[in-house]
């Protein structure tokens, strides 16, 4: 598609922030010929990136990300940035400055959340493939609304050299693409060590001791818990069966903790989401709103330059890390995120895949759940287990209801990707 | 939590609010405050030592690298400063602080 082929189609869809003009092909390799659209938040030098915010509005990138130079050297043709939850928070790309991206498959509903633009892109066929970032589901929440594949690769598996932070703990980047074997492709080519990146790890990090031997187990009191839509209860049942169809053996297990995930996630993201976000001061780079003083200049340009979404989770932050909560909130998280570590290396030393959703509805109505935000949160409640744990997860189509996309979501050990894409291309029957 | 706590947080934060967003985020602070504090009895038993929960005993540990010039000097000079709100020179102009 033409640049300007991409700008008509994309009117509906809103997935696009800026479709380039320039688009081109830097070098020859895996990725010769194929168009990848990137989020907002990764830096491709002489563009903008704005992580969807005002305060970012002009920023144009000096260098590139890690992953850029190795998206150019194997060819790709990066066609534009697209729409996402202002800096990755939200999971609706509800709360980007420059407006919503509409679902593909029903434009009144929402395409997830924070890498909207990027699922809505490969969704509707203006790219072959994306790149987006998962804090806590930013990637594989709009893939199942969308219905594609999106993967979180292992932390520090993709360097975040040049990714607009959000919680540098959590964070990483992964491929949307339409097919197991696309998305594959594209961890290929963007994993790997990085000297820029001192959390990236090592092929020797996590050794592959354990054989696949196809036993996926499924954290039953969790999936059937109150709040999960009976469609998607109806659906990942019948994925459940297809898995046995395919000769996988599969197994009710217990993760008690796991249902915490999600608390000890909103603790930790806006912790350090408020560390991070300390750099935006008007000074440096960025938007700049003039006070008498340089310390009003501050309030000034972060109260404008930051949307509400943003607004509230750097204060709550800022709360929980402040002197006389910081043990009970912050530290209390940490506990939960070793018990949830512990948890999960035991489960995996007995099966090779866990089984979840991906989200617990479908795609729903634009401004729907806008005006709550806990209830924006809970949408993350089968997805942020990979983050806090830093395994990785990926999503996969698994059938529709009413029009709508349904995801659901492989989490295999630390370092296994490997089992993600055998079990996902058989399920997909790639 | 009232409007005076979250007024004196985001002044902690350096962000401007008014009254009214204040308000709101009152009430949505103590939702999320509530839920999100479900991590509080559990994580409890058994005690964990905070040390231990940032994996300073489990081998984790600081990488580092030579700290020799990463590219030639002055090559992104022009392209950081052209990023700044207001320069001088070579410099980024800030106001005065005393």
Same mark, same amino acid.
């Given at each position: 598609?033409?640049?300007?082929?991409?700008? !008509?189609?994309? *009117?509906d869809i809103?997935? =696009?922030?800026?479709?380039? &003009?320039?688009?081109?092909?830097?070098?020859?390799?895996?990725?010769?010929g194929k168009t990848?659209?990137?989020?907002?938040?990764?830096?491709?030098?002489?563009?903008?990136?704005? !992580?969807?915010? *005002?305060?970012?509005?002009? =920023?144009?990138?000096?260098? &590139?990300?890690?992953?850029?130079?190795?998206?150019?050297?194997a060819g790709a043709i990066i066609v534009g940035r697209t729409n996402m939850d202002e800096f990755a928070m939200g999971s609706s790309t509800e709360n980007s400055a420059y407006g919503v991206t509409k679902n593909p498959h029903d434009t009144e509903r929402v395409a997830g959340g924070s890498s909207g633009g990027s699922a809505a892109a490969v969704a509707s066929g203006m790219c072959d493939m994306a790149l987006g970032s998962d804090t806590g589901g930013s990637i594989r929440q709009p893939a199942a609304l969308c219905g594609v594949v999106g993967l979180k690769p292992t932390y520090g598996r993709v360097s975040r050299f040049g990714l607009i932070a959000l919680a540098s703990s959590l964070d990483q980047i992964g491929p949307f693409a339409k097919t197991v074997g696309d998305a594959e492709i594209l961890y290929e080519i963007i994993k790997g060590q990085d000297i820029l990146d001192s959390t990236t790890i090592s092929e020797n990090t996590y050794p592959r001791k354990k054989k696949f031997s196809k036993v996926i187990g499924i954290p039953r009191t969790f999936v059937e818990s109150e709040g999960v839509d009976k469609d998607v209860k109806k659906n990942f049942r019948e994925s459940v069966e297809k898995f046995k169809s395919l000769g996988y053996e599969v197994r009710d297990i217990e993760l008690p903790h796991i249902k915490y995930a999600l608390a000890a996630y909103y603790i930790i993201m806006p912790a350090e989401a408020s560390s991070n976000l300390a750099r935006f001061d008007g000074i440096k780079y960025g938007l700049h709103k003039d006070g008498k003083d340089v310390i009003e200049d501050y309030f000034k340009t972060r109260g404008e330059g930051f949307g509400r979404e943003v607004r509230r989770r750097i204060i709550l932050g800022t709360y929980v890390l402040s002197s006389g909560y910081y043990d009970e909130y912050y530290g209390s998280a940490l506990k939960m995120k070793k018990l949830i570590t512990e948890?999960?290396?035991?489960?995996?030393?007995?099966?090779?895949?866990?089984?979840?959703?991906?989200?617990?509805?479908?795609?729903?109505?634009?401004?729907?759940k806008s005006k709550?935000?806990?209830?924006?949160?809970?949408?993350?409640?089968?997805?942020?287990?990979?983050?806090?744990?830093?395994?990785?997860?990926?999503?996969?189509?698994?059938?529709?209801i009413s029009a709508l996309p349904l995801g659901i979501e492989l989490t295999a050990g630390l370092g296994r990707e490997d089992n993600l894409f055998i079990a996902g291309k058989e399920f997909l029957g790639e | 939590m009232d409007r005076e706590k979250v007024l004196n947080l985001a002044k902690l934060a350096r962000i401007e609010i008014g009254n009214e967003e204040a308000d709101s985020l009152s009430h949505e602070f103590d939702a999320i405050l509530k839920y999100v504090g479900e991590v509080k009895e559990v994580s409890d038993s058994p005690r964990k030592d905070l040390g231990e929960s940032l994996g300073l005993s489990s081998g984790i540990r600081n990488v580092m690298r030579e700290d020799t010039a990463p590219h030639e000097s002055g090559i992104y000079t022009e392209k950081i400063l052209n990023q700044a709100p207001a320069r001088e020179g070579d410099y980024i102009k800030v106001k005065k602080i005393l």
């Amino acid at each position: 598609m033409t640049p300007e082929e991409i700008r !008509a189609k994309d *009117k509906d869809i809103h997935a =696009f922030l800026e479709v380039f &003009d320039d688009a081109k092909s830097y070098g020859e390799g895996f990725l010769s010929g194929k168009t990848i659209a990137i989020k907002d938040n990764i830096l491709f030098a002489g563009h903008k990136a704005s !992580a969807a915010s *005002k305060i970012l509005e002009n =920023f144009i990138a000096p260098y &590139d990300a890690t992953v850029i130079k190795k998206l150019k050297d194997a060819g790709a043709i990066i066609v534009g940035r697209t729409n996402m939850d202002e800096f990755a928070m939200g999971s609706s790309t509800e709360n980007s400055a420059y407006g919503v991206t509409k679902n593909p498959h029903d434009t009144e509903r929402v395409a997830g959340g924070s890498s909207g633009g990027s699922a809505a892109a490969v969704a509707s066929g203006m790219c072959d493939m994306a790149l987006g970032s998962d804090t806590g589901g930013s990637i594989r929440q709009p893939a199942a609304l969308c219905g594609v594949v999106g993967l979180k690769p292992t932390y520090g598996r993709v360097s975040r050299f040049g990714l607009i932070a959000l919680a540098s703990s959590l964070d990483q980047i992964g491929p949307f693409a339409k097919t197991v074997g696309d998305a594959e492709i594209l961890y290929e080519i963007i994993k790997g060590q990085d000297i820029l990146d001192s959390t990236t790890i090592s092929e020797n990090t996590y050794p592959r001791k354990k054989k696949f031997s196809k036993v996926i187990g499924i954290p039953r009191t969790f999936v059937e818990s109150e709040g999960v839509d009976k469609d998607v209860k109806k659906n990942f049942r019948e994925s459940v069966e297809k898995f046995k169809s395919l000769g996988y053996e599969v197994r009710d297990i217990e993760l008690p903790h796991i249902k915490y995930a999600l608390a000890a996630y909103y603790i930790i993201m806006p912790a350090e989401a408020s560390s991070n976000l300390a750099r935006f001061d008007g000074i440096k780079y960025g938007l700049h709103k003039d006070g008498k003083d340089v310390i009003e200049d501050y309030f000034k340009t972060r109260g404008e330059g930051f949307g509400r979404e943003v607004r509230r989770r750097i204060i709550l932050g800022t709360y929980v890390l402040s002197s006389g909560y910081y043990d009970e909130y912050y530290g209390s998280a940490l506990k939960m995120k070793k018990l949830i570590t512990e948890e999960l290396r035991k489960a995996f030393e007995e099966v090779d895949l866990i089984l979840t959703p991906t989200t617990p509805s479908p795609a729903w109505k634009i401004g729907e759940k806008s005006k709550n935000p806990l209830e924006m949160y809970l949408e993350d409640i089968f997805t942020v287990h990979a983050n806090i744990n830093g395994c990785p997860a990926i999503s996969l189509p698994s059938g529709f209801i009413s029009a709508l996309p349904l995801g659901i979501e492989l989490t295999a050990g630390l370092g296994r990707e490997d089992n993600l894409f055998i079990a996902g291309k058989e399920f997909l029957g790639e | 939590m009232d409007r005076e706590k979250v007024l004196n947080l985001a002044k902690l934060a350096r962000i401007e609010i008014g009254n009214e967003e204040a308000d709101s985020l009152s009430h949505e602070f103590d939702a999320i405050l509530k839920y999100v504090g479900e991590v509080k009895e559990v994580s409890d038993s058994p005690r964990k030592d905070l040390g231990e929960s940032l994996g300073l005993s489990s081998g984790i540990r600081n990488v580092m690298r030579e700290d020799t010039a990463p590219h030639e000097s002055g090559i992104y000079t022009e392209k950081i400063l052209n990023q700044a709100p207001a320069r001088e020179g070579d410099y980024i102009k800030v106001k005065k602080i005393l």
